[in-house]
């Protein structure tokens, strides 16, 4: 069985910096790509960056230089490096994982999320 957890959020001042982690266990073959998204109170769930099975990297454009995704293949685990944060970054962070069995398989599996609040 596949589980993502999400962990690092919390409370941080305007200016200051956090990093998500999301740890994948449970055999996972073909993954196809890994994204974080996020959830701000009362506005739709939308995407902050996403990483391919090759390693390239996409932002939302409004935070292309803040933010960066990597991963860690050896450890299983997916990395958000958030700097310079804003209160509009202020919501739950969720992991999600694409993975690609055929043509006409796939699946998509979702963490349950972490708080991050930036405080001014």
């Known amino acids: 069985q596949v589980q993502l957890a999400e962990s690092g959020g919390a409370l941080v001042q305007v200016g200051g910096s956090l990093r998500l982690t999301c740890v994948v266990s449970?055999?996972?073959?073909?993954?196809?790509?890994m994204t974080w998204y996020r959830e701000a109170s009362g506005k739709q769930r939308e995407l902050v960056a996403k990483?391919?099975?090759?390693?390239?990297?996409t932002y939302a454009d409004s935070l292309k230089g803040r933010f960066t995704i990597s991963r860690d293949d050896a450890k299983n685990t997916l990395y958000l490096q958030m700097e310079k944060l804003k209160s509009e970054d202020t919501g739950v962070y969720y992991c999600n994982l694409k993975q690609v069995i055929s043509m006409n398989e796939g699946y998509s599996y979702w963490g349950q999320g972490t708080q991050v609040t930036v405080s001014t």
């Open positions: 990483i391919t099975k090759t390693g390239v990297t």
């Open positions: 449970g055999s996972v073959p073909g993954i196809e790509f």
